[in-house]
């Protein structure tokens, strides 16, 4: 999946993905590619500074990071993986 990074006349800034801005069902999609293994890509135009792709690709590495494996979350960034399983209650770590 590849995420597009635009900048409108009033320096919003627009997410598309396939053409189309994101949106919530795109988070859905998301996962689903992440679930099967495939990574998150960028893009961006021209008028996102240095400092804001960075930020950028900072969070997408982040998200390329996390696992997901039926209903438990892993990071794999650290040698001792968190499980976080979703609960009535919440979140038990």
Same mark, same amino acid.
């Given at each position: 999946?590849?995420l ?5 006349e009033s320096?919003?800034v627009?997410v598309? =993905?396939d053409g *189309? ?6 988070? %859905? @999609?998301? &996962?689903? #590619? ?5 990574? !998150? ?6 008028k996102? =500074?240095?400092? *804001?792709?960075d930020?950028?690709?900072?969070? %997408? @590495?982040? &998200?390329? #990071? ?5 209903? !438990? ?19 038990? @770590?």
């Open positions: 999946m590849k597009e990074f635009k900048k409108n320096e919003e627009i598309e =993905t *189309e801005v994101f949106v919530s069902q795109s988070y %859905i @999609k998301m &996962i689903k #590619n992440l679930h099967k293994g495939t990574k !998150v890509k960028v893009a961006f135009d021209d996102f =500074t240095p400092e *804001e792709k930020s950028v690709n900072a969070m %997408i @590495k982040k &998200i390329n #990071n996390i696992e997901i494996e039926k209903g !438990v979350v892993r990071k794999i960034a650290s040698k001792k993986p968190t499980e976080m399983v979703p609960t009535k209650k919440g979140i038990k @770590k």
